[in-house]
């Protein structure tokens, strides 16, 4: 029988090592896009799919982040979609609930344009006039090639947007958001 020698399995180990050492950083990266990805693309689905319902179902539909059945500024917590029929932000027995979603933001965080507004409202004809903002998700890292926004124009759509220019550099319609610079 022949076995390996203490050299080859030396050898063998700082191969491993080393091509493991240049991975790990790159599948760490790949992940935190993968996150960011996730987040971004579930508001801006979360969003779509309460103006459609605006559309479909011809009320007032409310979108926003609660907590105890009232709306609040912190994105990061599950977001409810409902017809704020008397329009006190907080989710009443008689009002129609039809949806909740949790948006996974483990590596990041939100930052919403008109933050003294905690919810967003599309119209029945899908309209965002009052409530039209930016959305901005920044990752933690400061990796601002991975930040994106989401934009909700006074016609009710939706889109989602680089943070960054060509050349690096945040596009200055965001003011007052802005991410850690790199």
């Known amino acids: 029988m022949k076995g390996l020698t203490l050299i080859e399995v030396m050898i063998s180990v700082a191969i491993l090592c080393i091509t493991l050492s240049t991975a790990v950083p ?5 992940i935190e896009r993968y996150e960011a990805y996730i987040a971004v693309s579930t508001l801006a689905r979360t ?11 011809q009320v007032d539909i ?12 912190e994105w990061s917590l599950p977001i409810t979609i409902f017809a704020d029929t008397n329009n006190n932000q907080i989710i009443d027995v008689d009002e129609n609930l039809y949806f909740h979603t949790e948006i996974s933001a483990s590596t990041g965080y939100w930052q919403k344009k008109r933050f003294n507004s905690p919810f967003m409202k599309f119209s029945p004809e899908g309209h965002a006039f009052s409530t039209a903002t930016t959305f901005l998700y920044c990752p933690y890292s400061a990796k601002n090639t991975l930040a994106k926004q ?6 009710g759509r939706i889109r989602i947007h680089n943070y960054l220019s060509r050349s690096n550099i945040p596009y200055a319609n965001l003011a007052p958001l802005s991410c850690y610079l790199d």
Request: glycine residues 2%.
């Open 26 to 30: 790159s599948v760490g990266y790949l």
């Open 62 to 73: 409310t979108v926003c982040p609660t907590k105890d059945d009232q709306c609040s500024n």
């Open 47 to 57: 969003l779509k799919r309460s103006r459609s319902l605006a559309l479909q179902q």
């Open 150 to 155: 989401v934009v909700i124009n006074f016609q």
